[in-house]
Every structure is written in C-alpha cells, then in structure tokens.
C-alpha cells in the first residue's frame, strides 16, 4: 500500500534524525517528501538508498502525503500545520507551537497513546526535556502518586541546533564562528534555555513544568526546574529529585523501572555503573540511575535520567507516534 511520509524540517538535525529514524525502524515509507523552506528548496537529501528533491510545504500538499513529521520550528508549524491538516494530512509536531493547545494531544506513546483519536490531525511531540522524564514519571505515579518534582537538566547542545555544535566545536578549535549563545558554551554551562518568563522562569523551564502534568494527567503534581546547557554531545541528563504519595524503596523502583518498556536502568555504584550521554547516544531507551533515598525527608527519591535528546527527545518519539496511527490504521 501506499505510504507518502512527509518530513518538514528535514535538513535540520531532527529532522534529518527523523529521515535515519524511519529508515531504521522500517516505518513502510513508499515516498519520502523532504520539505523545507524556500531557501533550502532544491537541495537533495538520501533516504533509504534514494534520493529524494527538498520541496516547499505548498508543494508538499500537493503531493498528498499520508503523515508529516514536522520539526521546522514554531512559527512553520503554526503557518503550515493547519493547512497540512486541511489537506486531510496527520501532523505530528516537534516544534512547542501546539503542546499547551486544549484540542490538540501532547503524546509520548508509552505513557498516553490511548489519548489519541482518528481525528487528532495535529499531535505535538512533548519536549526532549520532558519525554525522557515523564517516560520515568509515569510508572512511578502509577505505583507511589508523584506529588513533587524538582529538576535540574544538563541539556546538550545538539538541542539548540546546528549552530550552537558549530559554535562548540569552533571554541575548542580556536575558530570565530557563528555564535549561537551570548556566551562562550566550552568549559563553560549556560542557566537559560529559551527566553525568559515574567516569573524567572525560562520557557524550557515552564515547558517541563506544564507539559509534565499534560502528559501524565494529573494536575495536581507540582514540578519546578531549572534547565542548563552544557558543552557536551550525545544526550540529555536530569537530576531529579521526586517526593511521592505513599513509601518506597530505592530496590523496588529499580525493579519497577526495569520492567518499564522504553526504560533501562543502569544503577550499580559499587562498579562506578550509572547512565552517561555518551553511552545513550544514538539510543532510543531512557536511561536511569543513582536512584537513592532522600535522606532528608520521607517518601522522597533522587534519581538521574539519561537520553539522546535527538531520538527518544524527539525522532523517535515522533515516529512511535506515526507507528501507532499506522497500526490502528489511522493513516497510510
Ligand atoms: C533544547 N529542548 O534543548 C530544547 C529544544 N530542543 O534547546
């Protein structure tokens, strides 16, 4: 059968993990339309051995596709989305333009794919930050109720783009390039991602916070955090520090979380064993160790989460998302 994939953003760094994301899992691609602006209209990307002309997103419509897969940033989801999802296209955006939407769903499949309907036609893909906790959360809520979360992240610069690697690896070189910071980001941390809030916040920040409770469904859990940047490849990490309903065990979260799908634990201190970005990179699992009591108050837990923001923070969670609509026969 028939099965036009459209990818909106595909020569960005998620987008172009999109590309080798679909080719990986043999999602049944018949025809690849990479879409981007005008500017890069004409170039030529590869997928699966072919290779396929970038078109424009007008140009894209008119080719029909089954699904698009955008992650162009927000201001192309908030002009091309709806008109995608006229056309009768299921959307599934990266960008955070439709996350916080009340008609739109916030989906990571192994926690709420039971929310979707045939007739969600743009669904958001959470952000990075967010999926790698909330895939920790959510069996953890299930089992003990999370009443409180305080995260702190150590974000990769691969989450900001192209530039801010390109600026990285200038810095190390020696080489005056294109900044993509305010700040040098080599042997250095940034304590803002995205722009700041009226309430000290930054975005980043707030998106953990309002995002986390969309996903899991429940309001009443209370998140605050702060996001940094950091000079490092490969992934995202989280400290977390989590204060639940009823009494647990470091031994019986291990446990829980290992039979968690999507999650490895990695938690062996005695044998210096506890997840690394580089050891989650190019990964789809999240990983999670130093899971330890809060000695300072009861029914609290400090873990750290580890994820390769570029697939399970985002490629891949988008097309687990496509997977799903796929096997219900929703698109395609
Ligand atoms: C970041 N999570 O890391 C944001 C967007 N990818 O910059």
Redesign the pocket.
């Known amino acids: 059968s028939i099965m036009k994939v459209a990818v909106v953003g595909a020569t960005g760094l998620?987008g172009s993990k999109m590309l080798q994301v679909l080719a990986e899992r043999k999602f049944p691609v018949t025809e690849l339309i990479p879409v981007a602006s005008a500017r890069s209209a004409g170039k030529e990307v590869e997928f699966a051995g072919k290779k396929y002309k970038v078109v424009t997103p007008p140009d894209a419509i008119a080719l029909r596709p089954d699904v698009a897969l955008f992650s162009a940033g927000g201001g192309t989801s908030l002009e091309w989305a709806p008109k995608f999802a006229e056309a009768g296209i299921t959307v599934v955006d990266?960008s955070?333009a439709w996350r916080m939407d009340p008609t739109k769903k916030l989906v990571v499949p192994e926690v709420n794919a039971q929310v979707l309907t045939p007739e969600d036609k743009i669904i958001a893909n959470p952000?990075?930050?967010t999926i790698q906790m909330v895939m920790v959360l959510d069996p953890l809520h299930k089992a003990y109720g999370v009443r409180r979360v305080v995260v702190s992240t150590y974000?990769?610069v691969?989450?900001?783009?192209v530039k801010?690697v390109n600026q990285l690896m200038d810095e190390r070189n020696g080489v005056e390039g294109e900044k993509a910071y305010p700040y040098p980001i080599d042997l250095n941390v940034l304590p803002q991602?995205?722009v700041f809030q009226e309430n000290g916040y930054t975005k980043?920040e707030m998106?953990m916070v309002n995002e986390t409770k969309k996903i899991i469904g429940d309001d009443s859990i209370r998140v605050t955090a702060t996001?940094v940047?950091i000079p490092v490849m490969g992934g995202?990490s989280e400290s977390v520090n989590v204060e639940f309903e009823k009494d647990c065990e470091p031994v019986a979260i291990r446990r829980l979380l290992g039979q968690t799908p999507g999650v490895t634990v990695v938690d062996d201190p005695a044998n210096l064993l506890y997840p690394m970005p580089r050891d989650a990179h190019e990964k789809d699992d999240v990983f999670v160790g130093r899971i330890r009591q809060d000695e300072t108050q009861p029914r609290t837990v400090n873990l750290w989460i580890v994820a390769d923001?570029l697939r399970k923070?985002?490629a891949t969670n988008a097309v687990q998302i496509a997977e799903y609509l796929l096997g219900k026969g929703w698109i395609g």
């Open positions: 998620v990266n955070s952000n990075c930050s974000q990769s691969t989450g900001t783009g801010a991602i995205d980043e998106k996001t940047r995202h923001n923070g985002a």
